[in-house]
């Protein structure tokens, strides 16, 4: 079936794994999977045609197949040019950041109006549940994908609303006695059921809180390198790796190297533990 073919090109997480890993002992690998995380470096990635999406491919990082299951999912979709993107399954919300390329996606039949978007490298997106849509890649674009199925039952009248923007100019918030740079990509309101972090470290720079929360997280080191605690294990750790965590496992984030590191995470948000 054609909608199943892998995408030409090279992904993009591919090309850090050349540099990162692929070099290295055969069968060698910093990938893990344990009860309470994963974390899977560039060179462990598997990519396999997607239902209903045309030309692309995807590599799928955190689903509801992880041992100990997980309540979203994240995926690294690679799209070439006139590819398409099927719309999340239904009753799930999505949040796109487009690693690098341009698409277009259009809310269907206007009845969004105004709400179409473009992405671009480091552009953001999110599309509600019940605002269905269609995606075309105009170049070769890379996408990270977050979905996660709506809980809606808190959210009263208030309904979550299509959105777009930039990372670099989504404000910065206050961290309390955290030293990091935060931006929160989606409204702190009950109209969303997650939130989407953007989280800088320089150099030398650690989280002060060795969190353990009930929330998940699904994350991707966009920028730099560092050390990541998770459980008792601490794992180097660099650009394109990606992190689940699930719920209470302990975490912690020291910043190592000579670039900032930037990591992009998922985070349950607004609703009571479930
Ligand atoms: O918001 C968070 O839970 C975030 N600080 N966690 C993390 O960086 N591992
Ligand atoms: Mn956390």
Known sequence: CAALEPASGLPWSQEHATAASLAGPPGGTRSVVSRDYSLITPDSRVYTGAPGWSKASVAHIVSPAFPTGAAFAMFIAEVPAGG??????????????????????????????????????????????????????KTHTTLLVYEKRYDGDKAGDDMPQVLSGEVETSPLLDVGVEVFKLRKLLPQTLAYDFNVHVMDFYPGEYLKVREIHHNQHGLLLLTGEGIYRLGNDFHPVSAGDCIYMAPYVPQWYGALGTNTSRYILYKDANREPA
Do not use: M
């Open 84 to 137: 398409t993107c099927a719309p999340a399954p239904a009753g799930h919300s999505r949040f796109v950041l487009s690693l690098r390329g341009e698409a277009t996606w259009k809310t269907a039949s206007g009845e969004y109006p105004g709400a179409d978007v473009n992405t671009k490298k480091d552009v953001y997106a999110f599309f509600p549940a019940h605002a269905p849509y269609t995606c075309e890649a």
